[in-house]
């Protein structure tokens, strides 16, 4: 396990070209560039050089850096798990909650014949008339941030029956092996930590849940 101080340090001098041969660096400069002091900065570049992760060289006009194969291997694994955390492949993304119940005013609003044909048309199942509403824990309200940039549908309001019906917009997720969607209606009145989800089928039933039953709703961002 390399010390991250020493990460930090190898990762600067990398920046500065020392993968592509010796830099000129002082341990003033490389002080500097840290924000640490001098010694410090010298104490680090002698502990990098005693894992053999960069070589010293002390010429007339000041010292020589370079990073050692050893030293790149070190950087590539960092980059490698870079790669991993942000491959847009790998973006899947879990919410987990409890299961609460609504007003049902949900079930009414699925039930309008425009909702469920634009739901239906975009989503690739016709849903059922109502939503499950979930409670977020709070570690998934800050995933589902994340979420704020992925593959949202929007479906504009319209007006019917003399009234007007806010938009919404849908993403499409999995609970438990079913299609479902996220529905986030624009004119919803809950808060961040409460999603509303609809599927072609009525998922209480088909998954036995209950209120308070954890759950997991896993979204693939492509
Ligand atoms: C597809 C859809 C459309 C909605 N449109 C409206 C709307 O036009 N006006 C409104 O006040 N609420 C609208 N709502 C939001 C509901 O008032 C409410 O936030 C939510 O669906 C509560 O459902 P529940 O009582 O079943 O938990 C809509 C909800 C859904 C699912």
């Avoid at 500097?32 to 680090?44: D, E, K």
């Avoid at 049902?104 to 499950?132: A, V």
């Avoid at 800050?142 to 849908?170: C, M, N, Q, Y």
Wanted: some cysteine; glycine content about 10%; overall charge negative.
């Amino acid at each position: 396990m390399v010390e991250a101080e020493d990460l930090q340090s190898l990762k600067t001098i990398a920046l500065l070209g020392g993968c592509r041969g010796p830099i000129r660096l002082s341990s003033q400069s490389l002080g500097n560039v840290l924000g640490i002091s001098p010694q410090t900065a010298s104490r680090r570049l002698i502990a990098l050089e005693r894992q053999q992760f960069v070589a010293r060289t002390m010429k007339p006009d000041g010292q020589y850096v370079a990073v050692t194969r050893e030293g790149e291997q070190i950087l590539k694994r960092e980059y490698a798990d870079y790669v991993r955390i942000f491959n847009p492949d790998q973006k899947k993304y879990t919410l987990t909650g409890t299961v609460i119940s609504g007003l049902g005013e949900g079930r009414y609003y699925m039930s309008i014949p425009h909702y469920k044909e634009q739901f239906g048309g975009c989503l690739g199942f016709e849903p059922f008339p109502g939503t499950l509403n979930i409670r977020l824990d709070p570690a998934s309200v800050e995933v589902r941030k994340h979420l704020d940039h992925a593959g949202w549908i929007e479906i504009p309001g319209f007006t019917a029956d003399e009234r007007t019906f806010g938009g919404a917009s849908v993403i499409p997720c999995r609970i438990g092996g079913y299609r479902c969607a996220i529905v986030v209606p624009s004119r919803t009145h809950y808060p961040e930590d409460i999603i509303e989800v609809i599927a072609g089928c009525e998922l209480r039933k088909a998954l036995n849940l209950n209120d308070n039953d954890t759950i997991e709703v896993e979204i693939t961002h492509d």
